[in-house]
C-alpha cells in the first residue's frame, strides 16, 4: 500500500511537472512563473504561513491559486481562477473564500513587469463591499512581493507588504 501511494504521488508530481505552458504571446504569459509551484510567506507575526498553490487548467487557458493561511486560527482557505476575457480583451480572475466571501478583478501588466490587481471588488457574506489593488513584483528567482492596497472612501490605503518565497512541495493545499 505504501509502495502504491509513492507511485501515486510521483505520478501526480510528473502530471504537474509536465502541464501545459501558454505560449509567451498568451495573456496569461505574464503568470507563468507561478504556475507549477508553491507559494509561501509568514503573517501574523510569524504565528501563520499562507500558502499558494498554482495550477494550469484546460491546457493553459486558465490558472487556478489555491491557498491556505495555516497557524494558531482555524485555517481560513480560498481559491483564485485566472482567465483571459475576449470581450474585454483582458485577464480576470474570481476569488473565493472559506467563509463565503467572492471578489472580480482584473490584471494589468506594466512596461517594468509588475502584475497589477486592480477593481478588486470583494463582498462578504454580510453584504459589505470593499475594494482592493495588488501589485506583484518578482524580487529574485524564487521569490515575489505583493503590496496590497485597500480603498476608503477616496484614499488608497496600504493593507500589507509580503514577501513569497517558492515552497518545495508542488501538491495544492487542501480546500
Known amino acids: 500500500m505504501k509502495k ?18 501558454p505560449a509567451a504571446d498568451s495573456p496569461l504569459a505574464s503568470l507563468a512563473f507561478l504556475a507549477g509551484h508553491c ?12 500558502t499558494h498553490c498554482y495550477e494550469w487548467m484546460h491546457g493553459g487557458r486558465q490558472l487556478r491559486d489555491r491557498h491556505v493561511v495555516q497557524g494558531d486560527k482555524p485555517d481560513y482557505s480560498g481559491e483564485t481562477v485566472y482567465a483571459f476575457n475576449g470581450e474585454r480583451k483582458r485577464v480576470e480572475y474570481r476569488y473565493w473564500n472559506s467563509e463565503g466571501g467572492l471578489s472580480d478583478g482584473y490584471l494589468e501588466v506594466a512596461s517594468d513587469g509588475t502584475l497589477r490587481f486592480l477593481d478588486d471588488r470583494y463582498v462578504g457574506t454580510d453584504g459589505a ?8 513584483a518578482r524580487a529574485a528567482d524564487g521569490q515575489y512581493r505583493i503590496l496590497t492596497r485597500f480603498k476608503e472612501g477616496d484614499a488608497w490605503k496600504d493593507m500589507w507588504t509580503r514577501e513569497f518565497t517558492r515552497a518545495e512541495k508542488t501538491a495544492a493545499p487542501a480546500p
Open 129 to 136: 463591499v470593499y475594494t482592493f489593488s495588488s501589485e506583484v
Open 4 to 21: 502504491l501511494h509513492m507511485l501515486l504521488a510521483t505520478g501526480a508530481a510528473a502530471l504537474i511537472a509536465a502541464a501545459p505552458v
Open 39 to 50: 507559494w509561501t510567506t509568514v503573517i501574523d507575526g510569524g504565528r501563520e504561513t499562507d
